[in-house]
């Protein structure tokens, strides 16, 4: 093999390396995009449920914010914490009604979640709709913010 011929090999591998790294980081489109999300919604909820505070710092964008269904604004070091320090334990959910919607790199999800949730050994779970909104960075889907509404009985 002469020198441009080796040339070409190395550029031609080094070409294959960009690309395939490049599509691990590019973003899902299509139904893809939506089975992506509602994976990672779904590993946020494991992971909270298993106090996995490592998972929820990669799922968590480094501007999460929450608004809890009292009015209260938390940041994502108040979440992961006490969830570190066992102040704030969640019970496993299954969430009804989630819809995803997309535009372009957020997804907002949107769902009624009948979650257990303890802080300082006071329930402040309960019937809630959620709004999470996602942003595509990285080459995956961060958790930005988070409100959460109480459903009352009419």
Do not use: C, N
């Amino acid at each position: 093999m002469g020198p441009m011929s080796k040339q070409f090999v190395v550029q031609a591998f080094a070409l294959a390396i960009v690309a395939t790294s490049s599509a691990a980081w590019s973003q899902p489109s299509g139904p893809a995009a939506e089975v992506s999300v509602l994976k990672t919604d779904d590993a946020r909820i494991r992971a909270r449920a298993s106090a996995d505070v490592g998972a929820l710092s990669r799922i968590y964008g480094q501007d999460y914010v929450l608004i809890t269904a009292e009015g209260d604004v938390r940041s994502r070091e108040d979440q992961l914490g006490e969830l570190g320090k066992g102040r704030l334990r969640f019970a496993p959910l299954v969430p009804m009604e989630r819809r995803v919607r997309l535009y372009g790199r957020t997804a907002l999800v949107t769902s009624r979640d009948p979650a257990g949730i303890v802080r300082d050994g006071r329930q402040i779970g309960g019937d809630l709709r959620m709004t999470r909104v996602y942003v595509w960075r990285d080459g995956r889907w961060q958790l930005v913010a988070a409100q959460a509404t109480r459903l009352t009985q009419h």
